[in-house]
């Protein structure tokens, strides 16, 4: 039988119909699943953070491997950039201009040293919405690590380092500290293996020895929130002035694990958790 132009047109124009329904109903799927994704928490209104972690003393930004690889597992933007370990008014200096090239929120996580760093460079930054300090250094304004530390018996890790004179291309000359690398395990990294820590030891970067003496012009946990993981067998940081931290800055939450000083790299789960709660809560 023939089928007319007509009815043919009508035939198509009815086959075009519903395609364009049936694409239509696959494209509302897709937007709600997109929405439903939406940003932590399935919050479809909300951005994600991107996660800015910042390294302390005798590491370098691998030390964030784990967690790094936990938080992109869950969709976050991560950075790990370089700290200088030269001292808080250099190192701070360089992250908050670090900081200004993230568009949009910002979650900051400093470990060890890099808690200072943190609390210096994130003051004035409305893109920084949290603040997560793991097994870290707090001071106040007008406080430095020296200062503050000196408020609770001394860690194991004082009679374990070692200085290094050095001299700049300028002639100026000053002072590197290390960990003694026979002693590195035990008083840094006890919970990983020797065969770690022993690579660790030998590829440690050194800090200047003026940083411990460096006073904060600024502490940012002061008012923005405040996440804190504490390690109950830290022997870098008394844990105890680690808890006297959290409870100075009004902590949102903290946290305390059975790891040594490098919970980051022993424990990097448990690291990535608080990190992610921090993360979930900043609009709320």
Same mark, same amino acid.
């Not at 200096?93 to 993230?102: I, N």
């Not at 979650?107 to 760093?117: D, Q």
């Not at 003496?213 to 002061?222: I, N």
């Given at each position: 039988? !023939? =089928?007319?132009?007509?009815?043919? !047109?009508?035939?198509? =124009? ?5 395609? *364009?329904?049936? #694409? ?18 399935? $919050? ?8 800015? *972690?910042?390294?302390?003393?005798? @590491? ?34 360089? *992250? ?43 001071? $106040? @304004? ?11 018996a001394p860690a194991p890790l004082t009679k374990a380092l ?29 919970? *990983? ?8 030891? @030998?590829?440690?970067?050194? =800090? ?23 390690? !109950?067998?830290?022997?870098? =940081? ?32 448990? #690291? ?13």
């Amino acid at each position: 039988m !023939r =089928i007319s132009r007509a009815s043919r !047109r009508t035939v198509n =124009i009815a086959r075009w119909g519903a395609a *364009l329904l049936a #694409v239509s109903g696959i494209t509302s799927g897709l937007t709600a699943e997109t929405a439903r994704a939406g940003g932590p928490g399935g $919050d479809p209104g909300r951005e994600k953070p991107t996660i800015v *972690l910042v390294h302390g003393a005798f @590491a370098d930004a691998s030390s964030w491997n784990g967690v790094v690889q936990r938080l992109q597992q869950n969709g976050y933007t991560v950075a790990a950039p370089a700290n200088p370990l030269r001292g808080i008014p250099q190192d701070s200096t360089y *992250l908050a201009s670090f900081l200004k090239s993230v568009k949009g929120p910002i979650v900051l996580v400093g470990h060890s040293y890099g808690g200072e760093v943190i609390s210096q460079a994130a003051v004035g930054n409305d893109n920084v919405k949290a603040l997560v300090y793991i097994n870290a250094i707090m001071p $106040d @304004a007008g406080e430095s690590f020296s200062s503050l530390s000196a408020k609770f018996a001394p860690a194991p890790l004082t009679k374990a380092l070692k200085q290094v004179p050095f001299r700049n291309g300028d002639g100026t000359t000053g002072t590197d500290v290390y960990v003694q690398p026979d002693k590195l395990h035990e008083v840094f990294a006890a919970d *990983l293996p020797t065969s770690q820590t022993d690579i660790l030891g @030998a590829t440690q970067r050194p =800090i200047a020895l003026s940083a411990f003496a460096d006073k904060l012009t600024g502490a940012a946990w002061r008012n923005k929130p405040v996440y804190v993981l504490v390690g !109950r067998q830290d022997q870098a =940081i008394n844990p105890a002035l680690e808890l006297f931290e959290a409870k100075r800055a009004n902590a949102r939450k903290t946290v305390e694990i059975n790891s040594s000083h490098v919970s980051l790299v022993s424990h990097p789960q448990a #690291v990535k958790n608080l990190i992610v709660d921090a993360a979930e809560d900043w609009k709320q």
